[in-house]
């Protein structure tokens, strides 16, 4: 099997590569965080030449996947004693944040990888409470940082002023869908999908743009003004 050449602008995950139009950061992080644990191999794929750090449950799924981080950030209320003693014992610089503090574990972990200035990954971020959710991708989104949310079953991407991406997936996506984390998004444009869209103005009090379906192998979308998010969807969900 012939192994796929990375380019320049690529993002390659085990489910989608992602090629961006603008320049991206050299270099790749992985952040694991405490929400729904991605699946063991996809944590492996995904963390194949990325830097790897944890956030504070995010060491658990690293234990049960036998991959040891480069750090270890956060309060330690939500992590299991043994992971935690595995980190330390495997000598992982830890990092320990008060329980009582202003902002999560996640957001502090979001700021210190800004520093890092390389293209950040976040996974085990979804699948839990909501507004661990909605903090997280919008703290993502209105942040300096170059990257993504993803796991096996769903992905975020962010679209910030005038940016374009293609996507090429590799296993069907059941839903696409497109939401602005700013009052409006301008110049909105989604090709390969059933429903496309052309300069479109999508606004955050109706965000109406779900739910739509690649019809090619790779799909495009672009941006003029505005912060949106690419949401996709790979698992089986009910939808309206």
Request: hydrophobic share 40%.
């Amino acid at each position: 099997m012939q192994t796929k050449i990375k380019e320049k602008n690529e993002i390659i995950l085990p489910d989608v590569h992602v090629n961006y139009d603008n320049p991206l950061p050299p270099g790749e992080l992985l952040l694991a965080g405490g929400g729904r644990a991605p699946a063991a191999d996809w944590l492996c794929q995904a963390a194949r030449g990325r830097q790897l750090w944890c956030i504070d449950r995010g060491i658990d799924c690293c234990h049960r996947a036998g991959i040891v981080p480069l750090r270890l950030i956060g309060d330690g209320d939500s992590a299991t004693a043994e992971a935690w003693q595995w980190a330390a014992a495997n000598r992982v610089p830890i990092e320990k944040f008060p329980v009582q503090k202003d902002y999560t574990d996640t957001q502090l972990a979001l700021d210190m990888a800004a520093a890092e200035q390389k293209y950040v990954v976040l996974t085990g971020a979804m699948g839990g409470r909501f507004d661990h959710a909605y903090s997280t991708i919008f703290s993502f989104g209105h942040s300096r940082l170059h990257g993504c949310i993803a796991d096996e079953q769903e992905a975020v991407f962010f679209l910030r002023g005038n940016e374009k991406i293609s996507m090429t997936f590799q296993k069907h996506a059941k839903a696409i869908s497109l939401l602005p984390l700013t009052a409006k998004a301008s110049g909105v444009t989604i090709q390969g999908v059933y429903w496309p869209l052309q300069e479109a103005e999508l606004t955050q009090g109706l965000p109406y743009a779900v739910s739509n379906e690649a019809t090619e192998e790779k799909i495009s979308i672009a941006l003029s003004c505005g912060i949106l998010v690419v949401y996709i969807c790979w698992q089986e969900a009910s939808l309206d």
